[in-house]
């Protein structure tokens, strides 16, 4: 019974370093994208992000620079997908034309959304 005690609690700190090492590779990811504007490469995994705390992808488009937070569990990839595999699959909508998108950079990994969704108010409401 004390093995079997001692292996739980063996398990319980192999999870915890390994959350405490994916969370300090996703905020070196992030440091390194905000500060200096890259590499991409080499990118914690989505699993990692998410393991660390990481939940939030922020973009911010080329042309316009518009900025806009993405959550990572709702991305359809797999979950051992580098990041930086993921910044060809973004396109910007608000600036973009029917046949041409403008590409967007990624800015960084944030813990929660920082960029609030616009907010549609009718001209003739009162705000």
């Known amino acids: 019974m004390g ?30 994208m905000e ?19 990481y939940g939030w992808l922020e973009i911010e488009c080329c042309r316009c620079k518009t900025r806009a ?12 997908t580098p990041i930086w595999k993921l910044e060809p699959s973004f396109r910007c909508r608000s600036c973009g034309t ?7 950079r990624m800015i960084k990994l944030t813990e929660q959304r920082e960029i609030t969704p616009y907010k549609w108010v009718h001209p003739d409401e009162e705000r």
């Open 3 to 32: 093995a079997d005690m001692r292996a739980e609690m063996a398990r319980q700190n192999a999870r915890k370093a390994a959350r405490a090492a994916d969370r300090a590779e996703a905020e070196a990811w992030s440091v390194r």
């Open 35 to 53: 500060g200096y504007g890259g590499p991409a490469q080499p990118s914690p995994t989505i699993c990692q992000c998410l393991n660390g705390g």
């Open 69 to 80: 937070s993405l959550p990572l569990d709702a991305i359809r990839r797999a979950r051992d």
């Open 98 to 104: 029917r046949r041409y998108k403008p590409p967007v």
